[in-house]
């Protein structure tokens, strides 16, 4: 990423797909390649997994700015954008909408 330093996790932290350092903290995306038969069992998995990477990389001392959960096509289910915001996770599927990295 232009500008921020790509984040590096110890072995003991979570295995988490990207992330990286801005000066609000760590950007985190989980990403999933979905579907018509697996899209809601990918959800939920890469929903839960960035929810713990997040806590885990929180009770280690690290600020978190962003979770993003990155799918390979929009959800049918028209219920997970606002699901993900729930939960503080920005859920996207276009390339175009992750420009934005502050």
Not at 18 to 31: H, I, K, P, S
Not at 52 to 60: G, I, M, V
Not at 74 to 102: F, N, Y
């Amino acid at each position: 990423m232009a500008g921020h330093d790509i984040f590096q996790p110890e072995q003991r932290n979570p295995d988490i797909d990207l992330a990286w350092c801005t000066e609000m903290g760590l950007v985190l995306v989980e990403v999933k390649s979905t579907t018509q038969r697996n899209e809601v069992d990918q959800l939920r998995r890469g929903l839960s997994q960035l929810l713990e990477y997040a806590f885990l990389l929180q009770a280690a001392g690290h600020i978190i700015a962003r979770k993003v959960l990155y799918v390979s096509s929009q959800p049918v289910p028209e219920h997970w954008p606002e699901l993900s915001a729930t939960q503080g996770c920005e859920l996207m599927w276009d390339p175009t909408t992750i420009v934005d990295v502050r």
